[in-house]
């Protein structure tokens, strides 16, 4: 992230899309960790990974 623009906004806006609510952020300059709904879980990582992997 450090070297790379708008990564926290094409996390949050995937979650969004998914209508998955973030219930607490923690970012620094390397990583975000967000604690959302466990039922959600598989579903967000699914929607993360292919915003971000394809």
Do not use: P, R
Request: proline share 0%; hydrophobic share 50%; glycine share 10%.
């Amino acid at each position: 992230m450090k070297s790379h623009t708008g990564v926290a906004g094409k996390l949050f806006e995937t979650l969004a899309n998914e209508g998955i609510n973030i219930d607490m952020i923690s970012t620094s300059e390397i990583k975000i960790s967000v604690v959302i709904d466990l039922a959600k879980g598989e579903q967000a990582v699914k929607a993360v990974h292919a915003a971000f992997i394809g």
